[in-house]
């Protein structure tokens, strides 16, 4: 079987519409979307490493907007070659700066892709509130929809909020993909 969902939780920005447009920060204006060298990703700009599980292959980076400009979103997509064990692990860096100052935080924002998933279909399942990765605290949601479990980490690190979003057949899988993943926050 071959699962090949974008997990919505990607799009949980979208559905946030501040009231006022804050002026950029200064850490947005140099944003770029990064690149992969020797299977890690690696992005200065946002101050991030991450290399994801063995087996699963990056596809390229995407710098969605305009750097110095709202909203701004860094993307990348790691996963498994389609068949019976399926794996994806999908990293993306929202610029806070988009949003209201209240809304800026690890709370505020795993809420909204909470009501995003639950739009999209997905069931949001009691499980561990918190995760840690290589000694980073990360807030977590656990989701499932049909056959597709998915776990999502995120992180407030300089102007962005960092989302980590593992999915596969069960949360076994998820859990396998987050313990296996090596991030480095760096300034």
Known sequence: MTLAVMPSSLWA???ATPQIRPK????TKNAHKGFIEQ???KNSSIGLEFTPAKGLHFNQPELKGTPGTTPLLIL????TDPGPVYGLTVFYADALDYYPEDQRNDSRY???IIRTNAADGFQH???KASEQVDGISFARADFI?????????ITTH???EFVFIFTGADFEVTGKLIASTDVKLTQ
């Open 110 to 112: 795993l809420e909204k």
């Open 145 to 153: 929809k049909g056959l597709v479990h998915e776990t999502v980490l």
């Open 76 to 79: 990348i997509q790691a996963q």
């Open 125 to 127: 399942v009691d499980g």
């Open 24 to 27: 950029p920060s200064d850490s």
């Open 158 to 160: 300089k102007a962005y």
């Open 39 to 41: 299977g890690t990703y």
């Open 13 to 15: 920005r979208q559905s």
